[in-house]
C-alpha cells in the first residue's frame, strides 16, 4: 500500500484495521475484478448501493446523453425536465403522503434537508420550542456533523462532547438478545413505549421528531422494525405531535421487497421518509427527502424552504436516478428482491445448520445480516481481542467474496456482517455465492476455533 501524496481513502482509516484491500478495476451485475485478475461476487452492494448491480451500459449512457445535452442548471435560477421527471417518478413510486420530493448529493445530506425543513417548519409556524430529536441507540443516520450527533453510537460522544447536539436515545427494539423476563414481542413493545415515556420526560412541546430506520444497517444488523412496533411509534407520534421520520437511505428503494420499506405498515407511514444510495445505485450521489403536499405548500407561503446545496437537483443526477429506476422496472426489481431474499434465507439458514459460529440471521428482502457469534446457545460475542468482522472480511477477500462488516459501537452489541447483493442476481449467483460463504465460514471457524466455545452439539 503507497502512503505517497494522493494515496487512497484507506490512508485515513485506522492502522489497526489496516490489510490490503483489492484495486478494483472493472465491475459487472453482481461481479468485480481486481488488478491481478481474480473475481469476486458482491456481497453487500458495497455498503447496500449497488442495486441495480454493476456496470449497466443504458445507464452509463444515460448519463453521458445527459452530460452532452445540457449538464448544469442552478435550481435557484432555472428549472430542468430531469429534475420535475425524477421528483414525479419518486413520488408516484413512493404514493400519497410524498407529493414534494427534495433531492440531495447522498444520505447524510438528504437526512439534514429533512431536520431543517421540520425545524424551519415548526419556527415558521409559531412552535420555536420544539427542537428536540429521538433516536434509538444503537443508530446511524450518517457522517456530517448534525447526522453523527443524531446517530445512537455512545462511542462517539467523546467527540460530540461540547461540539454538536445530541439526540435524545431509547433502545433499539433487539429481537435475538432480550433482557431476562421478556419475549422478543414483550421486548419490542416495551422499545416503543420507551419513546412515549421519553417524550413525556422531556416534555412533549420541545419534541419535534423521532427518526428511525424501518430496516437497519451496520449500526443493528438489519433489525426489522415489525408492525406491532411501528403501528405502535405512529400512534405515540400522531399523540404527541412529534414529527415521525423515517430513514430508510440504507433499507429503501426496493431493497426489503416493497418499494419503501414502510410499505409493509400500511398503518405506520412516515410524515418524511429519507432515501438515498439504492437510488443512484452508485452510479451517481443522489439522497431524496420525501414530503408531504400540505406541509411544504404552507411553509412555501409563508418563509419558503430556505436551505439548498449547490448540487441539489443536478441534471447530470437527476437524468441517471431516472435511468436507474427504468432498470428497476425494467427487471421487476422490488418483487425480485422479495423472492430472491426468500431463497437465499433459506439457503443461509441451511448454512447456519454447518457453522456454529452464525448466531442469527435477520433482515427482510435482499437486506439481511449474520451475526457471528463464540457461542450460540450463550449468545456470546468474540473477545476484543479477535474482531470477527475483519476476519470475516479478509476470509472472504480469499473466497471470491466482498463482504461489508464493520465494528460498531466497539461490538457492544454483537457483531454481524450484511447479505444485500444487488436485486439483479440471479439463482445461480445466489447458490455461488452460499458456496464461496461457506468456504468463507469454514475459514473463518478455523481462525475463530481458539475463541470459540462450541456448547451446541449443532
Ligand atoms: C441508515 C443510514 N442513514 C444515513 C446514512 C448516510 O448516508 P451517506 O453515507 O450517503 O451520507 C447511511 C449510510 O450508510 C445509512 O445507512
Known sequence: MTSSPGAPQDVFYARTNIVPLPLIVRAEGVRMWDDAGTEYLDVSSGPVVSNIGHGNARVADAMAAQAKTMDFAYSRVA?????????????????????????????????????KFLRQYVVATGQPQRHRIITLSPSYHGGTIATLAITGDASLDPFLEGFAVKSERIPAPFQYRVPTGHTPQSYRMACAEALEAKILELGSETVLAFVVEPVGGLATGAVVLEEDYANRIREICTQHQVYLVYDEILCGTGRTGCFLASHAWPDARADLV??????????????????????????????????????????????????????????????????????????????????????????KGLLMAVELVADR???????????????????????????????????????????????????????????????????????????????DPL
Open 274 to 363: 429519507v432515501l438515498a444510495k439504492g437510488l443512484g445505485s452508485g452510479y451517481t450521489p443522489l439522497g431524496a427527502v420525501l414530503m408531504p403536499k400540505a406541509m411544504v405548500d404552507d411553509l412555501s407561503n409563508r418563509t419558503g424552504f430556505n436551505f439548498s446545496h449547490t448540487y441539489n437537483a443536478n441534471p447530470i443526477t437527476c437524468a441517471t436516478g431516472l435511468a436507474v429506476l427504468d432498470e428497476y422496472e425494467r427487471g421487476d426489481l422490488v418483487n425480485a428482491a422479495a423472492m430472491r431474499g426468500r431463497a437465499l434465507r433459506a439457503r443461509l439458514d441451511d448454512l447456519a445448520e454447518k457453522h456454529p459460529s452464525i448466531g442469527d440471521i435477520r433482515g
Open 79 to 115: 428549472r430542468h425536465q430531469p429534475n420535475i421527471d425524477l421528483t414525479a417518478r419518486i413520488s408516484a413510486m413512493a404514493g400519497p403522503g410524498y407529493e414534494r420530493v427534495a433531492l440531495a448529493s447522498g444520505g447524510s445530506e438528504a437526512m439534514e434537508i429533512a431536520l
Open 377 to 455: 446457545v450463550s449468545k456470546t460475542s468474540f473477545p476484543a481481542e479477535f474482531p470477527p468482522t475483519e476476519h470475516i472480511r479478509i476470509c472472504g477477500l480469499k473466497h471470491g467474496l466482498i463482504i461489508y462488516s464493520r465494528r460498531t459501537a466497539n461490538g457492544a452489541n454483537g457483531d454481524w456482517f450484511i447479505v444485500a447483493p444487488p436485486l439483479t442476481i440471479t439463482e445461480d449467483e445466489c447458490d455461488e455465492l452460499v458456496e464461496r460463504l461457506d468456504a468463507t465460514l469454514t475459514g473463518f471457524e478455523a481462525l475463530a476455533a481458539p475463541y470459540m466455545t462450541v456448547s
